[in-house]
């Protein structure tokens, strides 16, 4: 090769060879082009559509938003829970971030202490990539729009406003209304609607107890998305306000309560523990169903810290708990307008007189009273509240006769007020010895005493003390209560919607005016008169022994350690000719029923009746005015015109 | 200037003639397309000529300049350095071997102060100078069917090896193909070319089995069957069809590319620049493309044609083949036709040193049209 003398014969065949063989070789490289443009028409023009949906799929994701949570408003539409806008800091693992620096970070433009952040990043720890840990929530906007400034720099951190569940009464329906917490892991489901992923967003919080626990689906709503551009790992580019779908809030609730009436409720308990119902005795509507003492529901949404939630849960008056309804009490001497009609209904003579020395000796030992009454007949009885005349009167009768009023009254029922914690209490009668104690079946003559007087097995709960009291009110209607008037704006049927009371008009009439008695000569004489005019208040107190005397602990009205004190019971309707409230008022160891209760159901009832615009107009007379001797010698004069009629008239007048 | 004065000794070594004889058209379409990689490259960027844009032109219009140079040097030139290039190449295989840079799980690429060799891309001009210059020399006889056939066969073998072993097995079939172009080019009997190819098809299993590292054989099996793997190598396919299909007709629109602008598509600034186009230029711009390949690589085809020397001819088609299978390899693999083999297109894609390789190729098929009158003897000639 040292030589390459090319001949031009070798030269001619070596060259034939290769042009044959590039022109193949062309021919490969067209073949090959051709086939790449094949290709890419099959994937751009003929399936460009499936390719297009997965484009769209990678570039667009759609955020979940939550839809804010319903409306909770009392009878008169005053707000008693709504949402505020609440600027959350939350942060997510993603690549390339440093969760304790992050933290570091954030700790200087919000309060976290080293506890906060050492949990903080324990969260962040157990969380899934890109999940959002909450950092922080009702930031100002200071902090708010510093955060929203540096949040490029610091990946995995993002400050959002979402919404915040707020309760403008806290304390007062606390207890009814509940409170919204975050999700637990045992709220997830399966199935069904707590399945739902807008559980696990971040802002989302769950229904926890009264109304928010029983309606949290309606409240709930329907989320909606927004729709994000993102790039490959997830970050969010851009958003597409277009391209969004509408959160449906969840419905409006409207109770049937009154916010004034429960307001006042929780003012006049104070710190005393115990819980006071109001009932519309014409429809059952529950106006006030207060629980005392409450808490502050807003703490709840926030999340309480272990030592504030211990704080609450051992105060010995029991603020988580729902008096009105999970507790029950024996309903002491209010028990006796059962025991005095289930008496009358059977043939019992009201005439009949029992003497009362204080001390009544009976099967072998002596039955105490308050005091020495002296002769009394029934309504005698219920007015000054005489326990050896209802010993007497109760044995008249027997205990299954005095259990079946007292259940046609509701006493023992629980009731379908859609919100949960209710208990049943107890009547007992024969039937329920013999159920219960198989090893002392029988009905004991000294029970029945016992019973007459509303202690003994008897324990009930202050909504249906209150719903007895409805009944006796109304006289006619067996009342259901009441507590949600519409869901959405479709309104749940009356509690007026029920039969009627199986018994003789004159019997109920009679205990109810024995229950005026009680507030104008009896036990309660003080708390008869309102203060507004001829619209006055009829009721029966109670003095439920909390701890039986024998036992060395408990104590008669107020002496002694709180804990051993009696129960004060009231109940009371009004006004007495027509009545339109009625109420069950109990103080935990208030002592006498006219020393706590009763003072305390005044309070209430009045400001029941002066929402009431029919009684205002029949308290607010216009005032007399002979006085003025012009419009006697003038007898044309008219009524002065009510201020809000002046305003019309003035309005009207061209000036 | 007219055909018979390039055939006149004299004339044809003057520079002005020799500059005239450069083809101006294609040129003008490799410059075309080397456009086109920098307005995708632009666009990629975010509107921004950094970071790859304004680089990709720039190293362009430096291996531009380079390019004409080397069109300018004599062809006999070329053939006295054909030997000498493999030789530096094939040592500088051997070397990256000991004390070659490591990246990305390979070894490939030499540091030289501030300058890093990647010895594979040398091989590749090299491979085919020295094939080309061997057949010269090799009557046609020899070349269809004779022991001298070991020869080319070694000189083949010998560095695809070294390269299979750094391992880059994308360069590796990629020389390989050429080597057996220019082997096939220059005369080899059909019955050789059969028990070759037959031959292929039996080896390639089992090397597929056990001879692939870890990371090749995943790239094979993921190109089977990507559907297993969405988000592991599946991906890289799965995106990059998702570009081009969406892309439809006429494109999302220059700088709408969702798929690259928002980093699904992997690479996109590299091996995967065409899915890019794709999407944002649909298929109109993609046949647009594929038709300036196509032009280039009928013209530098039709150098081979125009040369009276074997050396040239073989060259330039050697030269051409690379060119075309670079075309041909990326747009199977952004396409899905073919497995991820990290092989980019051609002047499309960012990356200087493929572009180098390229250019210097086609400074060779440019000297091989130049002077296509030359006679070519050993030893002979000037540089100019």
Redesign the interface.
Known sequence: MSEPSIFFAEVNERQGVFHRRAFLLGGFAGVGLLALGGRLAHLQLIETQHYEKLSASNQFNFKMTPPPRGLIVDRNGVVLASNRPNFRLMVAKDKGMDPAATVKTLAEFVPLDDTRQTRLLKDLANAPRRSPVQVMEDMTWEQFSAINIRAPELPGVTADMGEVRVYPYGGAFAHVIGYVAKVNKSDLTPTGPNADPILLNPGFRIGRQGVEEAFDLNLRGKPGAQKVEVDANGHEVSTDPAGDIKAIPGKEIVLTLDADIQNRAMEVFGDESGAAVVMDCRNGDILCMFSGPSFDANRFVRGLTGAEYRALAQYERKPLFNKALTATYPPGSTFKTMVALAALENGYDPKTVHVCNKVWFWGGRPWHCDEAHGALDLTGGIAHSCDIYFYQCALTVGPDKIAKTAREFGLGEIFDIAIPGQKAGLVPDTAYKRRQFPKDPVWHPGETPNMGIGQGYTHLNPLQICVQAARLANGRKALHPRLIHSIGGVVQPSGAAFGDLPFSHENIDFVRNAMVTVTTSGTAAKFGDLGLGDVRMAGKTGTAQAFGYATGHGVHDRAGEWRYRDHSWFIAFAPTDVPRYALSVLVEHGGFGATSAAPRAREIMRVALLKDPEIRARVEKPLPMPELPQTQSDPDVVDPPTPAAAAVQNAQQPT | MTVSALTRPGERDRLINKIGEIDWLFCLTITLIAGAGAVMLFSIAGSSWTPWAAAHLARYALFFAIMIVLSLIDIRVWFALAYPVYGIGFLLLIAVMFVGHHALGAQRWLQAGPITIQPSEIMKIGLVLALAR?Y?????KS?QLSWWLLIPALMILAPVALVAKQPDLGTAILMLATGA?VV????LSWRLIAAGLLAVAVLVPPVVLFGLHGYQKQRLTTFFHPEDDPSGSGYHIL?S?????????LGKGYGLG??SQ???LPEKQTDFIFATL?EEF??VG??SI?IL??AV??MA?RT??LSHS?FG??AA?GV??TF?FY??IN??MV?G?APVVGVPMPLLSYGGTVMLTVMVGFGLVMAVRVHRYSE???GKGSLL
């Open positions: 061997f010269h020399g090799l009557s046609g070349a172009i096939v080019l220059a005369g995106q069809k998702i570009a081009l299909g969406s892309g439809g007709l969702s798929q928002l980093n699904f794709a649909g298929f993609c046949v594929l390949y196509a690589i009928f085809l081979s044609y074997h001819r073989l088609a051409t083949a075309a075309v041909l747009g199977s396409m036709l070519v003897t050993s």
